[in-house]
């Protein structure tokens, strides 16, 4: 599976958006980018994955570039609630593992 | 659905000792998968099951750690003995598929089971 590579923290400011990037350079046409967040003493939580098409669900919205060496994951109005660890994963359509990596840390601030 | 079950939440025990943790995953998938989270190590994947198989257990640390999956919806992860060093949060997670394009293979994760080993 590709390597990711994520800023180790961010802010955002409650009520704006945040916008998170990661870098997967090494992606493989195969491979799908997902993401999961951590928030403090809870298990992972799915928020989003995608291919090559920009996605968007209730939680947020995933831009894929068009080289796919790189995404960001937009939480369109962030609150204090979103804040945790964020990890972007990106693995094969056959594979079978998610390496979660080390994330960034976003804080929303008040 | 309940999500995916775990206990205990918190166990703290003695180096020496046995430790059990459990796990029932979302009724209906058929892959379950055990991590561990360290602060050192984040987190990682120690073994995952399909269809109550083992499948893939490079990432079980020692021959201290084993883990079962007798039915669909129960398995378990020991630790025996117990060391200081196992101390983690140890997260079981399911999916419903893998390998299939994307589509079915979310990972549903646990609560988690804060092990503390003294």
């Known amino acids: 599976d590709a390597k990711t590579t994520q800023p180790p923290s961010m802010d955002c400011a409650e009520g704006r958006a945040a916008n998170l990037p990661c870098n997967h350079s090494?992606?493989?046409?195969?491979?799908?980018v997902y993401w999961y967040r951590q928030i403090h003493s809870q298990g992972p939580q799915y928020i989003i994955h995608?291919?090559?098409n920009n996605e968007t669900n209730e939680m947020a919205s995933l831009i894929i570039t068009e080289d796919r060496k790189s995404s960001t994951l937009i939480l369109p109005h962030a609150t204090l609630r979103d804040t945790a660890v964020y990890y972007c994963?990106?693995?094969?359509?056959?594979?079978?593992?998610?390496?979660f990596g080390t994330g960034t840390s976003l804080t929303v601030i008040p | 659905d309940a999500g995916v079950i775990q206990s205990p939440r918190h166990e703290v025990t003695e180096m020496g000792q046995e430790v059990t943790l459990r796990c029932k995953p979302i009724?209906?998938?058929?892959?379950l998968f055990w991590y561990r989270q360290t602060m050192m190590r984040g987190l990682e994947l120690l073994i995952y099951?399909?269809?109550?198989?083992?499948?893939?257990d490079s990432g079980m640390p020692e021959d201290r750690f084993s883990a079962k999956m007798p039915n669909a919806s129960f398995s378990t992860l020991k630790i025996q003995p117990s060391e200081p060093r196992d101390s983690a949060v140890y997260f079981c997670?399911?999916?419903?598929?893998?390998?299939?394009?994307?589509?079915?293979?979310?990972?549903?994760f646990g609560p988690g089971t804060r092990l503390l080993v003294l």
């Open positions: 090494t992606i493989s046409g195969n491979e799908y």
């Open positions: 099951f399909n269809n109550n198989v083992p499948i893939d």
């Open positions: 994963i990106v693995r094969r359509t056959l594979g079978n593992q998610f390496y």
């Open positions: 997670a399911s999916s419903l598929r893998m390998g299939l394009a994307g589509v079915g293979e979310t990972q549903y």
């Open positions: 995608g291919l090559k």
């Open positions: 009724s209906g998938h058929d892959y």
